[in-house]
């Protein structure tokens, strides 16, 4: 417990959902695309393993925190290059939402870190910690729950009432986990 609440509130800071934006606005003169990805909400829910609070590190090293594969979070100074189009670290804006300067203090989870760094970014960790997944050899909580949404999903035309009953439901629980945090 003593792990847990010496890290809840950098992991709630570095909880920021997913990231969807426009890059152009006004009338467009060509086509535009929503890509969207099916079942995003229950793929993350089925990627989800358990943590082990006993064997959080605390790590200012940013080569084990800027992992795909582990659970990591950080609050960093950083600084993106000038020529940089698109900054990919959040910045909590306030009633304003989330911004991506080229420069500040960003809550990032290891993957954000990943890509700011494959974009050239200098990263200076202020706070990280690894939150090591329990050894019970992967054992994924929703994993059933949303295998057995996305098999209900494909069983009913898009857009049909059964179809869009389980995507609801299936999106509620990641909801409702997130509003956990």
């Known amino acids: 417990l003593e792990q847990f609440l ?16 426009c890059f152009e606005h006004g009338i467009y003169r060509t086509p535009a695309f929503d890509w969207d990805f099916k079942g995003a909400y229950t793929s993350a829910l089925a990627m989800f393993r358990q943590f082990d609070w006993d064997r959080v590190e605390h790590t200012t090293e940013l080569g084990r925190l800027a992992v ?12 993106f290059p000038a020529a940089t189009r698109f900054p990919s670290l959040p910045v909590d804006a306030g009633d304003y939402g989330l911004i991506y300067p080229l420069a500040g203090e960003s809550c990032a989870t290891g993957p954000e870190l990943v890509v700011a760094v494959g974009q050239g970014a200098k990263i200076d960790v202020l706070e ?32 049909s009432a059964l179809e869009l009953l389980a995507k609801e439901a299936g999106n509620s629980l990641y909801g409702k986990a997130a509003q956990a945090v």
Do not use: Y
């Open 128 to 159: 990280g910690a690894v939150v090591p997944w329990q050894d019970d050899g992967g054992h994924r909580p929703f994993l059933e729950f949303a295998r057995f949404i996305n098999e209900q999903r494909a069983a009913h035309a898009k857009g």
């Open 68 to 79: 795909l594969d582990a659970a990591t979070i950080a609050r960093v100074k950083f600084q």
């Open 6 to 21: 010496a890290v809840r509130s950098l992991a709630a800071d570095c909880f920021h959902g997913g990231r969807n934006e």
